[in-house]
Each structure stands twice: as structure tokens, then as C-alpha cells.
């Protein structure tokens, strides 16, 4: 029989990662699982500008950190979330590296994220992020591609 009582749901918190949240909390009210909304920064990504004026990663990532409950507030607007336990936990590093690190320390038992987050539009069926925590993941992992998001054939 299949359990399901810690549901991981990754963001970047865009509209691309977004689809996947009610996907998660409809499964978690099912089995009356919890969900971890997890959000990892990647200061990979901040611009060669912010630190040529001084700034340092660790100084963003602290700011992000005051923002964050706002972010989560904003992020779970329109979704409806009652009788689900929501925890949220924020993170620094290479968002497919702490998704995993965290599934593992963790024992989550079910992955739910978005085909593409805001950087993942390159790639033609699935961002980077989300095809490497598919490939590497120690648990089932459910991908929900966005409707806007449409396949060609070549």
C-alpha cells in the first residue's frame, strides 16, 4: 500500500511553479499528509553588478529571509489550503542539490513540482532543476507541466 505523509513542493515561487501546488494539496488531503514548500536561493544567479558595489550573497540571502513569509503568503493566495499542515523552509545553494540533500535528511515521500521555474524556459520539455530531481530523487516524483507550456512536434 502506498503512504504518503511528507509531500516536497519545490519554488521559485513563479507562476511556472505554481502549477503545482494544488496538485500537492489535493493528494495531501487525501492521505492527510503534511507539505514542505521548500525555496532555495541560488546566488549564482544574482548579478556580477550587486557584488562590484560591494554587496555579498550572504547579505541577499538575509534580506530574502525578511521576505520570505510574505513570498509564501503571496505564493498560496487562491489556493484553497484548509486542513493541510504547511511548513515552509528556505535554503542557499544549487536548487537541484538542496532539493535532493532535503529529500534525503528528510525521508519525503512524495516530490510535486512545475515543469520549468523562471530560468528553466530553455529547455523543451522540462527545466534543468526539475529533470535532474526527476532523475536523482529518492522518492516518486510528480511533474506538472504548466498549461501555457505547449509541445510541438517537430
Known amino acids: 500500500m502506498v503512504t504518503i505523509k511528507t509531500i516536497l513542493v519545490p519554488t521559485d515561487f513563479s507562476e511556472f511553479s505554481k502549477v503545482a501546488l494544488p496538485y500537492a494539496v489535493d493528494i495531501a488531503k487525501k492521505y492527510g499528509a503534511k507539505i514542505t514548500l521548500f525555496h532555495v536561493f541560488d546566488e549564482e544567479l544574482l548579478s556580477p553588478i550587486f557584488f562590484e558595489a560591494g554587496g555579498k550573497a550572504e547579505q541577499y540571502f538575509q534580506r530574502l529571509k525578511a521576505d520570505f513569509d510574505s513570498a509564501v503568503e503571496q505564493f498560496l493566495e487562491d489556493i484553497d489550503t484548509e486542513d493541510v499542515e504547511i511548513e515552509t523552509h528556505l535554503a542557499n545553494g544549487k536548487p537541484f542539490v538542496e532539493i535532493l540533500r532535503f529529500i534525503?535528511?528528510?525521508?519525503?515521500?512524495?516530490?510535486?513540482?512545475?515543469?520549468?521555474?523562471?530560468s528553466g524556459l530553455a529547455h523543451a520539455l522540462m527545466g534543468s532543476v526539475t529533470e535532474k530531481v526527476v532523475r536523482?530523487?529518492?522518492?516518486?516524483?510528480?511533474?506538472?507541466?504548466?498549461?501555457?507550456m505547449e509541445f510541438e512536434l517537430v
Open 104 to 118: 534525503k535528511s528528510n525521508g519525503m515521500d512524495l516530490v510535486v513540482m512545475g515543469t520549468h521555474g523562471r
Open 136 to 148: 536523482k530523487a529518492l522518492c516518486p516524483v510528480l511533474v506538472v507541466r504548466h498549461p501555457e
